[in-house]
């Protein structure tokens, strides 16, 4: 294993971060600001003669550079249709950049809080926003990103969980046990459903990824973009109790469909999205463990506690996807 294998941002220094923006012509003043990311690295550029930028770096080995390029131009594609999602900016010709082995993507820096949820007026809007992106997104479908299927949200996360040795050997049967179950619960609902039209998706479209301001959102961080059912963009928006979430649900739909038709079907994969996710994130923390920032960040993710309540988790997901789907 290479150096870059294993700590895959050693040599990304401020140094050479401000040589990669002044490889393409923007000049930093030196101050650098990391943003919240643990996937890619992000910061805030401070620049003398303009604005600050966001400059991205993508982590080595996820996307190709054909699989990232899809999701700028689904992006632009967007901003073009006057949907505030923000879009890479385009240098010498290229939205994607390389310097000394790091791709890096810049940005112009949106401000905003994150979306008041509890609101149904701020749920109504941004339903709103969502069916837009989607309408774009049913347009045409991306060649090179990959689907959302159980197989690799599920079942690969599995197996590089067993097979990599990340849970207590005391607690390894009763989990293995128990996520086949969640993952037959999930597998029966995708069935359920039937077949379902696949769209190119946000992928990741939590209140995280949601910039608001007293005009609206801003839309941000598609590097999860991916094809999948419409509702993998809203069910991530809904917590709290089942009246509480199909109340949100409610509001949610209303704005969505003043712009585009949910098929209801989709509701019946929402336990079933929500499992295939907390088993993906465990298999996530686990295959980024050698990046020093994780062990740093979830230091409790190898802890006897952590894997109790995974379990605890998982069972609460067998039952919720053995109940009738939520109503809008």
């Known amino acids: 294993m290479t150096a870059r294998n294993a700590a895959p941002y050693d040599g990304l220094s401020p140094d050479r971060i401000l040589d990669a923006l002044d490889s393409v012509g923007v000049r930093g003043d030196g101050r650098l600001l990391a943003l919240n990311s643990f ?6 550029v401070w620049r003398d003669d303009a604005p600050p930028v966001v400059a991205k770096f993508y982590r080595p080995a996820r996307w190709t550079d054909e699989q990232i390029r899809e999701e700028h131009a689904f992006v632009l594609e967007l901003a073009e249709r006057e949907i505030p999602a923000v879009p890479p900016l385009e240098l010498g010709g290229s939205t994607l ?5 790091f791709r890096f993507a810049l940005y112009e820096r949106f401000g905003g809080r994150a979306p008041e949820l509890d609101r149904r007026e701020t749920l109504v809007r941004i339903g709103r926003y969502i069916a837009r992106i989607h309408a774009v997104g049913a347009m045409t479908p991306f060649s090179s990103r990959p689907p959302l299927t159980l197989d690799e949200f599920g079942v690969a996360s599995r197996e590089y969980l067993l097979q ?7 607690l390894r049967i009763v989990w293995q046990g128990v996520v086949d179950q969640a993952l037959d619960g999930a597998r ?13 998706l946000h992928g990741d479209c939590h209140g995280g990824n949601v910039l608001w301001t007293d005009a609206g959102a801003h839309f941000v961080d598609f590097d999860d973009a991916r094809m ?17 979430m199909e109340e949100q649900l409610a509001a949610l739909l209303e704005g969505y ?13 929402i336990e079933a999205l929500r499992t295939l996710r907390l088993v993906h994130y465990c298999a996530w ?24 309540d995974r379990i605890l988790e998982l069972r609460e997901q067998i039952a919720a996807m053995d109940e009738p789907p939520l109503e809008a």
């Open 164 to 170: 990599h040795d990340f849970l207590p050997p005391d």
């Open 285 to 308: 923390i686990a295959r980024r463990w050698d990046d020093p920032a994780f062990p740093l960040a979830f230091p409790w993710f190898n802890s006897q506690r952590y894997w109790q």
């Open 188 to 200: 029966r609902a995708l069935q359920r459903a039937g077949r379902i039209v696949l769209l190119r």
């Open 228 to 244: 999948g059912p419409a509702i993998q963009d809203l069910w991530m928006l809904l917590s709290g109790e089942r009246a509480a």
């Open 257 to 269: 469909e003043d712009f585009r038709e949910l098929d209801r079907r989709e509701l019946m994969l």
């Open 39 to 44: 996937e890619n690295r992000v910061y805030q």
């Open 97 to 101: 950049n390389e310097f000394e082995g």
